[in-house]
Every structure is written in structure tokens, then in C-alpha cells.
């Protein structure tokens, strides 16, 4: 039997290349096509092709906005599919495209794999999250022996070496295991083939797909090419996998975080999603010490509300006097933004958002905990939020008086005092004064799923340090800290008096919009590649805004309030009026990228009535 299974794995392990003229083979392990009929009904939109690199192609499912479970024996082994970690090959996703030759779904980057400690599934994460197609539902009830299953993938065909439909066939159960089971089908058919490993193998319950197995290993009988008369198959059971999977697929839109105090630029306000819907949120704190959640409703036409209410009361003494430093980020990793409160002695205090606006003071109702002293302003000038190991949850890093730059890795445990930040500790930089280096940005310039960091030196000079999210001890975080590259030059505060790390387009990397002196706003698209001088930033820079000077727009409010992926503004105007601009993604030319709301999104805003905003 063990020589068996040993077989029935190298038959499905062995080489594919994905655009290969009749009987060539590729020599990197992957999984090819299916055998059946093309799918055209939407319901099954949530299967994926997913391709690693150039030369690797497997099917997987959407189990959960931001993720699909696939195959873990699929993943190149040079990708941590053991431990888990960041993928470091271009992987894609595409998602919601039955047909590949339209452009129907989605196409996604993928960052990160978390495997299954062992089972041969794992859980591959998206740049970004996808709310158009809807995630397959797990099964609740077992497989049974002879009933009938829909396999489905974009692998190999009988007929077709690289198919550009997905395909499916009705399979039977025979022996069912604790955590696998094998399928056949009727003489003749085909089961599975090449790259039809991670695909889904589905019951339909009432009309809807229900989630049983993903296909692991096949004899490959009837595939083009093969000389196997085998037809059979083995399939990983997921039924009874709901709770791991729901554990690992939280939204990853909030992990970046942003520190609100007098160290930060004035009128920037990087906004979180306090609710977990992947769109930004408005904390407000009021004149009176009180903090009120504006929920964001995903319309910023100005043609209805934006903040509809009703507005909960989430917060009392939250005051500049004894909570002089607010934080913001998705501490816990559960997809929503929570937030940290320094007292005036330093202490850090961290509220887990609920994500509950059903009532006043529910918001923030749930777990809070210590999670650091001795974090005072004269101690700590610097406190960074950021995502430095891409696990999506929200990590800390501290500037020193000395300028040395120390990370505090976040266990995402709330449960008792002293646990959130109760891990890692590790110096990551030196030379980071605040005289050095005036001005910090974070963001995922790279597109790999790790918050790094650029900085504006005090000559102008913009330096990116990627994060290789490293965090064992004696290494570098940030490798390149000896041989920062050189990714923007002139960029003091007098000539560019705010900065916006945000994501403009929806690609998945972190772009800047910069204000400039006159007022006007910049778009500065990241390329994705920190590896050499003035490579990230390559241009053209189109002008996106005009008239957001400090003086008539003295807050800009920064997020995705639509939930699109592409990041909008708020600018608030003098009198208070809140006034929106969605992003179109277009950088094509000039004033293209934002549209102006037919009317104000908010009213009395003033800092005076709202002097904090995060």
C-alpha cells in the first residue's frame, strides 16, 4: 500500500508547462487540467486557477473573501509550505472567471500561505479581498460512500492541454477516511488531471455548492497524453475543517495601522475599519472627551449619506490631556481595526473592536488589556503601527531618543495584561532621529503582504527599507538598512508639507499622494520594486487634486470608504464641511484619478468641535 500511494502521487506530481505544444512535458511539479464538460453556471464562479510564477498551475476554491484553499503538495516547494510565511514567487489568482479568455472576476496577487498542520491543504491569501463573488460554503455533513460529487478545475482535459474554461464531472465516493476519500467515476470518464489538484469537489444541497474535499492525487486515466487506464482519485476532506478555516481568513484590510499624535503629520488621517467590512471608518473624538463611530456606508457620490447613522457613542475621556497618543490597527489579526491608548504615564492600553455599532459603548465593550509602559512621548517620540511580518496582525515599532528603531511583535492575545506585545522584541534600526529623518511612511510598497518603511531624510532624500519580515533574533528585519535605495529626492516639508502612503489604485502596493506647496496633490504609483535606485517610483506623476493646502482643506482624511480596494479622500474644509473624492484608479493623465462628490459628505467638523479624527 505504501508503495501504492508513493505511485498514485508521482502520477499527478509530474512535470507541466503551461503553454506546451502536444506531448512536451515541463519539468516543474504541477497540476494540469480536467476531464468533463465546461461550467457555465455562476454559482460555481468561487473556483480558482492558481498560478505560481510562470510555469505552475493548480485550481483551489474561495473559501473566504480574502482567501483560497488549494492543494498544499501544489505549492513550489521553495515556497514555505510547511511552515507558512509570505510567498515569494509572483503568484495570481483569478477568481470568478469561468470563461479565462473574458474579463469576468477578478485577477488578485497572492501573498501569503498558511498550510494545514496535516492535511495536504493550504490557505493562500489575497492582496486583496474580493466581494463579488461569493466564497463556497463548507460542508457540514460527511462524504458517503457512493454518493455523487461535482469535481471541478482549470487542469487538463481529454482533449485540451491548457483549457481556458473550467471544467466539471459528476464523481463517486467510495472509501471514505478521517481526512480523505477516494473517487471514481464510470468506465470510460475521466476523473481528475494535471492541474486540477486543489480544485474543489462540491455536493449541491437545495441548488447551492457545499464545499466536501479538494482534489489531492490521480491516476490521470483518459487525460491527453497519458497511457495510465487508472481512473481513480483521491480527494482531502474539508468538512470537517470550518472552524480552522474560519480562523485563518480573516480580512486583511486592516493590518497596517496608523499612530495619531503630535509626532505624525499634522492634518493626515489615516482611517480604520472599525466594523471589519473592509471599508474605512470614522472615529471622531469630540471637544468633550467622548469618541463617536461614523460607519461608513460604501456610497461617497454625495448622492445619499456616507455616514447614515445612527453615530454610537464608543468612548468617554479619550482627551488629548490623558490619552495624548491614539493607535490604530488590527492588533488581535480578526479583521478589524482596534485601538491603543498611551496615557500620559506611558501605559498602553488596547481596546479589541467588536465590530458590535447595534448600541453606545459597545464598539470597544469587549476585551482590553495593558500591553506596554514606559512609552511616553520623551521616551518614545516614534511609534509606528505596521504589519512588519505579514501574519495580519498590527505590530509595533518604536523610535528611540537615540534614534534606533525597535519592533514589538503583536501575538494578537488580549486575553490578560502583558501578552499582546509579550513576544518578539527587536532593535531593527539605528540612526532614525527625528532630526535625521523628520518624516516615517509605512505602507506595502512591495506588494508582498509586509508593511515596510520609507523615509524622508532631512536633505529631502526618500529611502525605502523593505521588511523581509524576519523576526528571529540577531536578524535583520529590514536587510537593506546598511544599503537603503534611493526612491525619491527634494522631498523636505516645505516643498511637499503632507504625504499620503496609500494605496490609490487597487493593485495591491502602497502608492504616495503627495500635497505640494501650492496645494496641489501629486500621484506617485509604486512600481513594486525596492531593489535598486528610483526604480520604486518610476513615474509619470499625474496632478490629482488642486486647492488642499493646510489653510482650506486643514484635514485629509485617507481610506477606502467604498470598499473597492482603491483608496478615496475626505477633505475638510475650514467651516467644517467634509467634502469626498473617490478614487477611479485611473492614472492615465492629469485629474483623472478622483471624482469629486455632488455634495458634502459631513458638516461641523471643525477642530475645535472634533479635534481628533482617526
Known amino acids: ?163 481556458d474554461k473550467l471544467h466539471g464531472v459528476p464523481v463517486m465516493v467510495g472509501a471514505v477516511s478521517a481526512a480523505s476519500m477516494a473517487i471514481s467515476n464510470e468506465p470510460g470518464a475521466v476523473t481528475t488531471c494535471r492541474g486540477d489538484a486543489g480544485g474543489p469537489a462540491v455536493r449541491v444541497v437545495n441548488g447551492r455548492p457545499e464545499l466536501v474535499a479538494v482534489h489531492a492525487t490521480s491516476w490521470q486515466g483518459g487525460c491527453l497524453a497519458e497511457t495510465e487506464t487508472r481512473r481513480d482519485a483521491t480527494e482531502t476532506r474539508v468538512d470537517d475543517l470550518a472552524a480552522w478555516i474560519h480562523q485563518n481568513t480573516p480580512l486583511n484590510c486592516n493590518a497596517g495601522g496608523a499612530s495619531h499624535d503630535s509626532a505624525g503629520q499634522a492634518g493626515v488621517v489615516i482611517l480604520g475599519d472599525f466594523t471589519g467590512d473592509c471599508r474605512s471608518d470614522v472615529l471622531a473624538q469630540l471637544a468633550d472627551g467622548r469618541l463617536r463611530a461614523y460607519p461608513s456606508s460604501g456610497d461617497i457620490s454625495g448622492t445619499a449619506p456616507l455616514f447614515p447613522g445612527p453615530y454610537r457613542d464608543v468612548g468617554t475621556n479619550w482627551g488629548k490631556n490623558n490619552r495624548p497618543r491614539v493607535l490604530t490597527g488590527d492588533f488581535t489579526g480578526d479583521g478589524r481595526t482596534d485601538i491603543i491608548a498611551q496615557s500620559s504615564n506611558g501605559t498602553l492600553t488596547a481596546f479589541e ?40 496582525r498590527t505590530d509595533l515599532i518604536g523610535q528611540l531618543l537615540d534614534g534606533t528603531l525597535r519592533v514589538w511583535i503583536s501575538t494578537g492575545d488580549l486575553s490578560a495584561d502583558a501578552r499582546l506585545f509579550g513576544g518578539v522584541t527587536l532593535d531593527v534600526g539605528t540612526g532614525f532621529t527625528t532630526t535625521a529623518v523628520p518624516r516615517i511612511l509605512t505602507g506595502d510598497f512591495n506588494g508582498d503582504g509586509r508593511t515596510d518603511l520609507i523615509a524622508q531624510y532631512a536633505d529631502g532624500s526618500m529611502k525605502g527599507y523593505p521588511s523581509n519580515g524576519n523576526i528571529s533574533l540577531g536578524s535583520r528585519l529590514f536587510p537593506t538598512t546598511l544599503n537603503a535605495k534611493v526612491v525619491g529626492t527634494a522631498w523636505t516639508g516645505s516643498s511637499m508639507p503632507r504625504v499620503l502612503p496609500t494605496d490609490i489604485d487597487g493593485d495591491g502596493t502602497t502608492d504616495l499622494v503627495a500635497q505640494l506647496a501650492d496645494g496641489r496633490l501629486r500621484a506617485y504609483r509604486s512600481s513594486g520594486a525596492m531593489t535598486g535606485d528610483g526604480l520604486l517610483f518610476p513615474g509619470p506623476y499625474p496632478y490629482v487634486g488642486t486647492n488642499w493646502g493646510t489653510t482650506n482643506q486643514p484635514r485629509i482624511l485617507v481610506g477606502d470608504l467604498t470598499g473597492d480596494g482603491r483608496a478615496d479622500l475626505i477633505g475638510q474644509g475650514a467651516s467644517g464641511a467634509l467634502r469626498g473624492f473617490r478614487s477611479t484608479g485611473d492614472l492615465s493623465a492629469d485629474f483623472k484619478l478622483y471624482v469629486t462628490s455632488t455634495s458634502d459628505v459631513g458638516v461641523g467638523w471643525t477642530t475645535s468641535s472634533i479635534p481628533r479624527i482617526f
Open 1 to 163: 500500500m505504501r508503495q501504492l500511494a508513493r505511485r498514485r502521487r508521482r502520477a499527478l506530481v509530474i512535470g507541466f508547462a503551461a503553454a506546451l505544444a502536444a506531448g512536451a512535458v515541463g519539468s516543474a511539479p504541477t497540476r494540469a487540467a480536467s476531464g468533463g464538460g465546461p461550467v457555465t453556471d455562476s454559482a460555481y464562479a468561487f473556483t480558482a486557477k492558481v498560478a505560481y510564477g510562470d510555469a505552475l498551475a493548480c485550481s483551489g476554491a474561495l473559501v473566504a473573501p480574502q482567501w483560497v484553499l488549494t492543494a498544499r503538495s501544489c505549492v513550489p516547494v521553495a515556497e514555505p509550505r510547511s511552515t507558512g510565511g509570505a510567498l515569494s514567487l509572483p503568484t495570481t489568482v483569478t477568481v470568478g472567471r469561468l470563461d479565462l479568455t473574458t474579463n469576468n472576476g477578478r485577477v488578485q496577487r497572492a501573498n501569503r500561505i498558511v498550510p494545514h498542520p496535516d492535511r495536504d491543504l493550504a490557505l493562500i491569501r489575497l492582496t486583496l479581498p474580493v466581494f463579488d463573488v461569493a466564497p463556497v460554503a463548507i460542508a457540514t455533513a460527511a462524504p458517503v460512500s457512493g454518493e455523487t460529487l461535482q469535481a471541478l478545475g482549470f487542469g487538463r482535459t481529454a482533449t485540451e492541454w491548457v483549457p
Open 353 to 392: 473592536s467588536t465590530g458590535d455599532l447595534s448600541a453606545d459603548f459597545r464598539l470597544f465593550g469587549g476585551r482590553s488589556a495593558i500591553v506596554g509602559t514606559a512609552f511616553t512621548s520623551g521616551s518614545i517620540p516614534r511609534l509606528i503601527p505596521g504589519d512588519f511580518d505579514g501574519d495580519g
